[in-house]
């Protein structure tokens, strides 16, 4: 499979921007449209795709959890990423074209790594407990089309 998915690639990396929305929008557009010859990808693999067409650097710090803005979770599904790339997955995880697709058994476990993205060092969520977890958790998650 291509590194990029079908989109343009920038070799040159500026860290952490301010992202202009049109050029979000449109590498988004591309990524759907990139999307259908594959039926679904990982979720890090799909935001360092869409970082490397931006020209933004998808490294840094942040985690990105499951949930809403100010919800804990503990569920992590991007880790190590730069602010950008988390903008990146926020846009990508509210597109209504595209579905996260969380999955647990160990077939998907080896898709992901597959894909090329790389485990989270961190329990392997399994059944979430009806008060959450107490400590950090991960899932992989892949993106698929909408209603696919």
């Known amino acids: 499979m291509p590194e990029n998915y079908g989109l343009p690639t920038s070799t040159s990396f500026v860290p952490a921007p301010d992202l202009s929305a049109t050029d979000l929008a449109e590498a988004l557009d591309t990524f759907h449209q990139a999307l259908h010859a594959w039926h679904n990808i990982a979720l890090p693999v799909a935001v360092k795709s ?4 931006l020209g933004v650097d998808y490294r840094g710090e ?4 499951t949930g809403e803005a100010g919800e804990s979770s503990n569920i992590v599904i991007l880790r190590g990423v730069s602010v950008a790339a988390a903008e990146v997955a926020q846009a990508l995880r509210a597109d209504p074209r595209f ?8 077939l998907s476990v080896a898709m992901y790594l597959s894909d090329g993205a790389s485990p989270i060092d961190l329990p392997l969520v399994k059944r979430i407990p009806k ?7 991960w899932v992989p998650v892949f993106v698929k ?4």
Do not use: F, Q, S
């Open 145 to 148: 089309l909408a209603g696919t």
């Open 62 to 65: 942040l985690e990105v959890l």
């Open 131 to 137: 008060d959450g977890y107490k400590t950090p958790h």
């Open 50 to 53: 869409i970082c490397a067409a």
């Open 99 to 106: 579905e996260e697709d969380p999955r647990t058994d160990m």
